[in-house]
C-alpha cells in the first residue's frame, strides 16, 4: 500500500512539474497574450505565482479546519520552521529564475539541466541520514551527463553549423543558481518534515512556506527598485559598444536610438553621458534603457504589481495551483531520504519534447534522445529499491 500511495503522489507531482513549466513559458510568449510585448517582470510573475499560491493553500488549511483538524497542528515548530524560512529565501530565487529562462528558452532546452543537483543528492543521504550510496547512483550520473551532451551532437560533431540548445551567459549563471536553490530545498524539506511537531500536515507546512515567500518576494518587488534607482542603473554614465548594440540597439526602434545618441559619445569602444543633461532627458533616458531590460539584475524587479496585460498573470495564477499541488506532494513524500525517491519526480522531462511539438516547436531527436537518457539517469540510482527498502526517515522533533 505505502508503494501504491508513493506511485500516485509522484504522478500527480509528475503532472504539476510539467505543467508548471509549460504555463510558465506560456505566461512569457507573445503568441499566448495578446501579442504584444510580455511588460511584467520575473519577479512580479513570481509574486502572483506566490499569491495563487498561498490563496490555494489558505483554501487547503480551512477546509481542514472545518473538518475537525486542531488549530495547533498549524504551528510546526521553531526548529522546523527555520528550514521552512530558508526555503522560502531560496525558493523566492529559484522561481524568478523560472520565470526569466522561459522567456528566452523552450522549456525542453533547458529542463534537463535544472535537475543536474539529483545527481549530487545520494552525497547528502548519505551525509544527513546515513543512507547507502551504491553503484546505481554512479551508473545515473554518467547517464545524466551524457543526456545533457546528446542534443549537443549535430555541432559537436561537425554535422550542423550552429548550436540551436547553446544556453547564454545569464542561462548559465541561472541554471547553477537554480540547482543549488533546489538541492537545499530537497535536503531541507526532510529536515522539515523531520523536525515538525507530531500531527502537523503538509497543508500546514505549505503554508507557512508560501507566507515567508510572499513576505521575501514583496520585499524584493519594494526595497530592490528604489536602490536601482538612486544607483541610477538605468542612466549609465557610460556603456560599452557591445552592450548598446546588443542590448540596446537591437531591442529598441530607431527613434529611441536617435535620441539616446543625442546624449551618448563614443570615447574608444565605450558610449559616455555627456555632463549636464536635463532631468527630464535623464527622465526620457531612462524610460527607454528600462524597457530595453539593460540591467538584467535589477530589471528582474521592474514594474507595478498590477501589470497593463493580464494575460500572462492568468497563466501565472493557474501556474500557481500546480505548484501547490507538487509542494503538496513535496512534502507528503519528504518523510522519505530525498534520494529514494526524488528522481522519480522527473519523469516529466523525457515528455517535455512531445510536449512543444504540439506547440509547434522544431525539437529534434537529439533533444528527444537527450531527454529520455537524462530521464533515465536520474532513475537509475533507485532501481534496486527491492533490495534496499525505502524507510521512512527517524522522526525528530
Not at 510558465?24 to 501579442?35: F, H, L, S
Not at 552592450?243 to 535620441?259: C, G, H, P, S
Request: with cysteine.
Amino acid at each position: 500500500m505505502e508503494w501504491i500511495l508513493i506511485i500516485i503522489w509522484l504522478s500527480i507531482i509528475n503532472g504539476g512539474l510539467g505543467g508548471q513549466y509549460v504555463l510558465n513559458w506560456m505566461a512569457n510568449q507573445p503568441q499566448y497574450t495578446g501579442g504584444s510585448k510580455i511588460d511584467v517582470s520575473p519577479g512580479v510573475m513570481t509574486w502572483w505565482r506566490e499569491l495563487s499560491k498561498l490563496a490555494w493553500v489558505v483554501v487547503a488549511v480551512v477546509i481542514e479546519v472545518s473538518r475537525g483538524k486542531k488549530i495547533k497542528y498549524l504551528w510546526p515548530g521553531s526548529l522546523s520552521l527555520a528550514t521552512i524560512i530558508i526555503c522560502a529565501f531560496t525558493g523566492v530565487i529559484e522561481n524568478i529564475g523560472f520565470f526569466y529562462l522561459p522567456r528566452y528558452y523552450s522549456p525542453h532546452i533547458f529542463a534537463p539541466y535544472l535537475n543536474i543537483y539529483l545527481a549530487f543528492l545520494p552525497f547528502f543521504g548519505k551525509f544527513m541520514f546515513n543512507a547507502q550510496i551504491r553503484k546505481e547512483h554512479w551508473i545515473g550520473i554518467s547517464l545524466v551527463i551524457s543526456g545533457l551532451a546528446v542534443p549537443h551532437f549535430p555541432w559537436l560533431f561537425g554535422f550542423a553549423d550552429n548550436n540551436p540548445n547553446a544556453l547564454d551567459f545569464n542561462a548559465i549563471i541561472w541554471i547553477v543558481i537554480i540547482n543549488s536553490c533546489l538541492l537545499s530545498q530537497q535536503v531541507l524539506n526532510n529536515k522539515t518534515v523531520q523536525t515538525a511537531k507530531e500531527g502537523v500536515g503538509p497543508n500546514a507546512l505549505v503554508l507557512w512556506r508560501e507566507i515567508w515567500k510572499m513576505i521575501f518576494i514583496s520585499s524584493a518587488i519594494f526595497i530592490i527598485p528604489l536602490v536601482g534607482s538612486y544607483l541610477n542603473v538605468n542612466v549609465p554614465e557610460k556603456i560599452s559598444s557591445a552592450d548598446f548594440e546588443q542590448r540596446i540597439v537591437a531591442k529598441t526602434t530607431d527613434d529611441n536610438i536617435e535620441y539616446l545618441n543625442k546624449f551618448y559619445a563614443k570615447s574608444g569602444d565605450e558610449l559616455v553621458l555627456s555632463e549636464n543633461v536635463s532631468d527630464e532627458d535623464k527622465a526620457n533616458i531612462k524610460e527607454i534603457i528600462q524597457s530595453v531590460d539593460y540591467n538584467r539584475f535589477f530589471s528582474l524587479f521592474d514594474g507595478s504589481i498590477i501589470p497593463n496585460n493580464w494575460l500572462p498573470i492568468l497563466f501565472v495564477i493557474a501556474a500557481g495551483l500546480t505548484g501547490y499541488i507538487y509542494s503538496f506532494g513535496f512534502f507528503k513524500l519528504s518523510r522519505f531520504a530525498a534520494h529514494f525517491w526524488v528522481p522519480y519526480t522527473n519523469v516529466y522531462l523525457a515528455f517535455l519534447p512531445f510536449i512543444m511539438l504540439l506547440f509547434g516547436k522544431d525539437v529534434t531527436i537529439y533533444q528527444i534522445g537527450g531527454a529520455v537518457v537524462v530521464t533515465a539517469g536520474l532513475m537509475v540510482g533507485v532501481m534496486d529499491y527491492s533490495k534496499h527498502k525505502v524507510e521512512a526517515i527517524e522522526k525528530k522533533n
